[in-house]
């Protein structure tokens, strides 16, 4: 009993912030990743993650990013990392021209895991973006910094737990992140609030190096005069060494 109450809890967070919020516009897309994370020494180590995003009803491939960072583990719970992002973001003129913008990221974050139950560990992690935003292709004069702070909860929940390690068996995966303008935000959305990203998936834990899942993210944007919920098909694979 005591279990499905936290676990109540755990969704009805996840799923409040966009729930409250009155969305003018609604898009459908898919999204494709894959996060790895390497320990190289008792401190050391270093993750990476590779996604494709597309645009509205899978259109055209919207966004490539790449995103490596070095990590020191305080503890076994507790890492660091210092990263680097590299985000294309492409896009489609009214005459069905293809438009081109990059972005470059430094980023800092620090992540804390705990056991919420026996079987149930949640993670949260902490990351402050300095973003880079190039040119667009149409206005040469659109280059700008801002920086961004993002908070992710995310709990992986196992369907039959065997033992207090969990290495193998399906899942379910449930995550919200909310993001937030720190500065120059009257060049990226005029708000403080940027967009909140909701997710539950069912997956599968082959090893306890490889894990695979498919689920549904909503992801609820806030521009300067409108919002935007994209729903997300997203498909993910982590793997760890």
Do not use: C
């Not at 974050?109 to 300095?130: D, F, G, N």
């Not at 940027?194 to 599968?204: E, K, W």
């Not at 695979?212 to 919920?229: P, S």
């Amino acid at each position: 009993m005591q279990l499905k109450k936290q676990l109540l809890i755990f969704v009805v967070l996840l799923l409040a912030a966009p729930a409250r919020l009155l969305a003018q516009d609604n898009q459908f897309s898919g999204w494709a990743a894959i996060f790895h994370s390497h320990k190289l020494s008792e401190h050391w180590g270093y993750s990476f993650d590779g996604q494709l995003r597309s645009h509205d009803e899978v259109s055209y491939l919207k966004h490539i990013l790449l995103r490596p960072s070095a990590n020191y583990y305080f503890a076994k719970n507790k890492v660091g990392a210092l990263g680097y992002a590299y985000i294309a973001t492409y896009g489609r003129t009214p005459s069905n021209e293809t438009t081109f913008r990059p972005e470059h990221r430094i980023w800092q974050q620090y992540t804390y895991t705990h056991k919420l139950t026996k079987h149930v560990q949640l993670a949260h992690r902490l990351r402050l973006e300095q973003r880079f935003l190039g040119n667009t292709a149409d206005n040469k004069n659109d280059r700008y910094f801002a920086q961004r702070f993002r908070y992710f909860a995310r709990a992986v929940i196992p369907m039959k737990p065997d033992s207090d390690v969990f290495t193998e068996g399906t899942f379910l995966a449930l995550q919200n992140e909310a993001f937030v303008n720190v500065q120059n935000k009257n060049k990226v959305n005029k708000h403080f609030f940027d967009q909140n990203r909701a997710y539950v998936a069912v997956g599968y834990r082959f090893s306890k190096a490889f894990d695979a899942e498919a689920g549904y993210l909503n992801q609820y944007i806030k521009q300067a005069d409108a919002y935007v919920v994209n729903h997300v098909a997203q498909l993910a694979f982590y793997t760890r060494f």
